[in-house]
């Protein structure tokens, strides 16, 4: 059974750092794309990054570029998420997921076929 279990959100105050884990089990994931999304009350879940695992190769959306960084160390079959610079507009809870494809990076919610129960994140002013 495939599983992915986020960890490391909490509360922050507005330009500080949090670093968000997602440890997947039941697959190698060292060929597959491991992606965050993440979703604010009210709001539809979006993307926040990716990082493939043949290549390394990663993708940020443009409200996190230069202020999030994503890993992945495919030998403990874990991915993680460097935030910093924290925004109050960043607090949502944020999901881990798994894309099997083996061709470009993809940003879709339905591209990915595994999922985490997600992490809540809040930042205050």
């Known amino acids: 059974q495939v599983q992915l279990v986020e960890s490391g959100g909490g509360l922050v105050q507005a330009g500080g750092s949090l670093r968000l884990s997602c440890a997947a089990s039941?697959?190698?994931?060292?060929?597959?794309?491991m992606g965050w999304f993440r979703q604010a009350p009210g709001k539809e879940r979006e993307f926040v990054a990716a990082?493939?695992?043949?290549?390394?190769?990663?993708l940020y959306s443009d409200s996190v570029k230069g202020r999030f960084t994503i890993s992945g160390d495919n030998a403990k079959n874990t991915v993680n998420l460097q935030m910093n610079s924290l925004k109050p507009e960043d607090t949502a809870v944020y999901y881990c997921?798994?894309?099997?494809?083996?061709?470009?990076?993809?940003?879709?919610?339905?591209?990915?076929?595994?999922w985490g129960q997600g992490t809540q994140v809040t930042v205050s002013s």
């Open positions: 039941g697959r190698t994931f060292s060929r597959f794309t």
């Open positions: 990082i493939k695992g043949t290549t390394g190769r990663t």
């Open positions: 997921a798994a894309d099997q494809s083996l061709v470009i990076i993809r940003t879709t919610i339905e591209a990915y076929e595994y």
